[in-house]
């Protein structure tokens, strides 16, 4: 019954219009009772006027309490599928016998056109949240309703289905990828080492050079000795 399965930015708008028509249908049903009772009419007369206003004023208020139902059940993500079908078709059914006779009453031109417009609207805005809802059960028993709503989980793996907003959206969440610090301890300069030049000897220029260069004879000490 917690699902989000219900666009409010469809339902909002049809709620306004519902709560406005029924509250001035109330009203002047209650205006039209207190001035039944203000004028001498026939007693025939006088009874079908009040059983009018009574039965459209009793009818207006109990959509108000279903709307307010409505409003309550889908801010606590409770109002589920086949439950808004039940009360969307008690309205449409209802205010469709409401619209028939208004249609009676326009051709023998014993209403206003202002009251049929608003009958009209009135009757409109339950029959479109019954298809709304009749298009939402549907889904849900082949198993679309749900659809294109998946978004991976946190590191890639697996899916959350938990959290979606059920709207038809994809949502990838970003993976973060950890990079180990540098080792301050390692060389990170480029290897520029090149192959040491041959040792070579020391070889001065001139005499000492001949001398230092010429190989070298050591007497033997107390050798020939006499």
Not at 182 to 191: E, G, I, T, V, Y
């Amino acid at each position: 019954m917690g699902d989000k399965i219900w666009l409010k930015k469809a339902l909002i708008p049809l709620w306004s219009i519902q709560l406005i028509v029924l509250l001035l249908f109330s009203a002047t049903s209650a205006l039209a009772l207190w001035a039944v009772d203000q004028v001498e009419l026939d007693n025939s007369v006088e009874s079908v006027l009040n059983l009018g206003a009574a039965i459209q004023l009793a009818f207006s208020a109990a959509t108000i309490v279903l709307v307010i139902i409505e409003i309550i059940l889908v801010a606590c993500h409770r109002l589920g599928p086949v439950a808004n079908i039940v009360i969307q078709s008690i309205k449409s059914l209802v205010w469709t016998v409401f619209f028939i006779l208004a249609i009676i009453a326009a051709v023998d031109g014993s209403l206003t056109g202002l009251g049929f417009f608003l009958l009209l609207v009135l009757f409109l805005t339950c029959l479109g949240q019954l298809i709304y809802g009749a298009v939402i059960v549907h889904r849900k028993r082949k198993g679309t309703l749900y659809r294109g709503n998946y978004s991976l989980a946190e590191g890639g793996h697996g899916l959350n289905t938990a959290n979606h907003d059920r709207s038809g959206s994809y949502t990838a969440h970003p993976t973060s990828v950890s990079v180990p610090p540098p080792n301050p301890f390692r060389d990170s300069s480029p290897n520029t080492s090149t192959t040491q030049a041959p040792y070579t000897a020391y070889n001065p220029a001139g005499a000492a050079g001949n001398y230092y260069g010429a190989p070298q004879a050591y007497e033997m000490q107390g050798s020939n000795a006499k």
